[in-house]
T-cell receptor, first 113, second 113 residues
Framework: QKEVEQDPGPLSVPEGAIVSLNCTYS??????FMWYRQYSRKGPELLMY????GNKEDGRFTAQVDKSSKYISLFIRDSQPSDSATYLC?????????????FGQGTELSVKP | EAGVVQSPRYKIIEKKQPVAFWCNPI?????LYWYRQNLGQGPELLIR????????DSQLPKDRFSAERLKGVDSTLKIQPAELGDSAVYLC???????????FGPGTRLLVL
């Protein structure tokens, strides 16, 4: 079983829809939770960064962390065709794991005009 | 500010040949990472450097992979000899320190025939 599970999709939505992307994880030591966006043939770029539990909002994007359920989510409001990309969740722990990010498989999102 | 620079962007080689990838991190970033991303998967850490020291190379296949980071700036990742299963995107990332946000380069796409 992988430490981080993510539905690979693909997920196709119409422009303006609300998108929900999710990851589950098994390692309770994870404290830092991130969402990266990766366009085709590009490197991942950081979208959202959350420490421990709670919500964080940035424009059209909202990240949620539920540590009791080991479940994290990314919501995209008013989705745009430019949001079409692969979304990767990533997480790491404090202590000797240092900066080692554990990534999910990535969810491919397509927003249709 | 320039991002993480990687070269080459694409490489096609025959199996058993050697190959090398180069990475120039963001100026001032002490921590450097090499990840491998297989098709349809999230990146997986190969090695992490703090300045010149490799502090986590537990996932690096040491029989054929080697890496160096001379003078604590640029880094080179080498595979010798390459195998068919090494076909992947090799991503370099850097961060100011090990617990801080990682910034990824565009990656080198390797195809081993």
């Amino acid at each position: 079983q992988k430490e981080v599970e993510q539905d690979p999709g693909p997920l196709s939505v119409p422009e303006g829809a609300i998108v929900s992307l999710n990851c589950t994880y098994s390692n309770s030591a994870f404290q830092y939770f991130m969402w990266y966006r990766q366009y085709s043939r590009k490197g991942p770029e950081l979208l959202m960064y959350t420490y421990s539990s709670g919500n964080k909002e940035d424009g059209r994007f909202t990240a949620q962390v539920d540590k009791s359920s080991k479940y994290i989510s990314l919501f995209i409001r008013d989705s745009q065709p430019s949001d079409s990309a692969t979304y990767l969740c990533a997480m790491n722990s404090i202590g000797n794991q240092g900066g080692k990010l554990i990534f999910g498989q990535g969810t491919e999102l397509s927003v249709k005009p | 500010e320039a991002g993480v620079v990687q070269s080459p962007r694409y490489k096609i080689i025959e199996k058993k040949q050697p190959v090398a990838f180069w990475c120039n991190p963001i100026s001032g970033h002490n921590t450097l990472y090499w990840y491998r991303q297989n098709l349809g998967q999230g990146p997986e850490l190969l090695i992490r450097y703090e300045n010149e020291e490799a502090v986590d190379d537990s996932q690096l296949p040491k029989d054929r992979f080697s890496a160096e980071r001379l003078k604590g700036v640029d880094s080179t990742l080498k595979i010798q000899p390459a195998e068919l299963g090494d076909s992947a995107v090799y991503l370099c990332a850097s961060s100011p320190a090990s617990q801080e946000t990682q910034y990824f380069g565009p990656g080198t796409r390797l195809l081993v025939l």
